[in-house]
């Protein structure tokens, strides 16, 4: 029983180091990706969920699609710090006679 385990675990181990080996290298795109966050009466998440994406190297811009909220999230936008020119940047667009998608 005991040599059944080890050559199982030995076997494990082998598999699982050829595999990091074999791993792709992370990808060198940085700032390729527009990540849209679409909101509606979110002003609880929606900060931390945007303070996440703009903290990803791999996000260029965050669009936060505004479906006329009734809540303070568009006062958000301006606690922001400033985006490094050409770099990150931040919208909110504003779409007339919506509601919850």
């Known amino acids: 029983m005991k040599t059944a385990f080890?050559?199982?675990?030995s076997i494990s181990s082998i598999l699982f180091l050829i595999g990091r080996l074999l791993?792709?290298?992370p990808s060198r795109n940085i700032g390729s990706i527009d990540a849209?966050?679409?909101a509606f009466?979110?002003?609880l998440c929606v900060?931390?969920?945007i303070v996440s994406?703009?903290?990803?190297?791999?996000i260029r811009r965050v669009i936060c699609v505004d479906d006329g909220s009734t809540d303070r999230r568009c006062r958000f936008w301006s606690?922001?710090?400033?985006?490094?020119p050409g770099s990150r940047s931040c919208a909110s667009?504003?779409?007339e006679r919506a509601g919850p998608s």
């Open 47 to 49: 900060a931390r969920t």
């Open 93 to 95: 667009k504003i779409r």
């Open 53 to 58: 994406l703009l903290r990803n190297r791999y």
């Open 36 to 38: 849209i966050v679409p």
């Open 23 to 25: 791993r792709l290298p």
């Open 79 to 84: 606690t922001l710090p400033p985006a490094p």
């Open 41 to 43: 009466n979110e002003e």
């Open 6 to 9: 080890f050559l199982f675990m």
